[in-house]
């Protein structure tokens, strides 16, 4: 009889284990998956908090840059002409491009991660260009070279070899419009690098020049009378 209670007990015992054990492993099981939905609501908030931060930024930059295009793309007003406080204005081109490449370069500092930052870098560039600091720009136009974005890249390249050719780097230049021409973009179509190249070709081989004319007039009839222009000017020079 005895023996027989502790069989019974036994296996009391052993399902008792087995709920405990169920229950123990539900709860386990429980634990792990609330321990997984908070990692990932914590990483939803954390690319949800940077996304709205990054608007935010991309927002600021944007009227930055907008004011800094303003001052940019200025009238030069005549010395006895009265002042406009409705429009930015300025009296000589030097003061203009001075103060906008300080606007520019603030905006690209402060929101260089934003489209319009890169843009303001690549603006910054270009009033260098106008004040003549041929380094200054160089340095502008290789961060926005390395920026990420290929579109505002061959922008950017394009530019560059018009300050290459402004130091009197032609070999330099030559190689960012072949390989503009190669490589195509929004920005820069091939019909705009290989007009670029047969310019400088224009003065140095005549024959390269009115080659790459013709082969635009061939390829791109939407810049055939660019071409025609560049053909005409090679004309009257022999």
């Known amino acids: 009889m005895a023996q027989h209670i ?12 087995k709920l405990v054990s169920g229950v123990e492993s539900v709860a386990s099981h429980q634990q792990a ?9 914590v990483v939803a908030l954390a690319v949800f908090g940077w996304n709205t931060y990054a608007a935010r930024q991309t927002a600021k930059a944007s ?7 303003r001052i940019f793309q200025a009238r ?3 010395a006895g002409e009265p002042v406009d406080p409705t429009e930015v204005t300025y009296l000589d081109e030097k003061n203009k491009f001075t103060d906008a490449n ?17 843009m303001a870098e690549y603006y910054a560039a ?7 600091q041929y380094a200054d720009a160089e340095k502008n136009l290789n961060q926005v ?33 072949k390989q503009l021409s190669d490589k195509p973009s929004v920005f820069v179509p091939k019909a705009m690098s290989m007009l670029a190249l047969a310019n400088y ?8 020049a009115s080659k790459l004319y013709n082969q635009v007039k061939q390829e791109f009839p939407a810049a055939a009378s660019e071409a025609d222009q560049g053909l005409e000017l090679l004309n009257a020079k022999s």
């Open 6 to 17: 502790l069989r019974k007990d036994l296996k009391k015992d052993e399902i008792r284990e």
């Open 33 to 41: 998956l609330w321990i997984v939905i908070a990692a990932a609501l």
């Open 63 to 69: 009227l930055a840059l907008d004011d800094a295009l």
């Open 76 to 78: 030069i007003r005549t």
């Open 102 to 118: 300080k606007n520019f370069l603030t905006i690209a500092g402060q929101y260089g991660r934003t489209k319009p930052g890169q």
């Open 126 to 132: 270009l009033s260098e260009v106008q004040l003549k």
């Open 145 to 177: 070279i390395s920026g990420g974005d290929e579109n505002l890249a061959s922008l950017a390249k394009f530019q560059m070899a018009e300050v290459y050719l402004s130091e009197n780097k032609g070999s330099q230049a030559v190689d960012l419009y």
């Open 201 to 208: 070709y224009r003065k140095s081989d005549p024959a390269q």
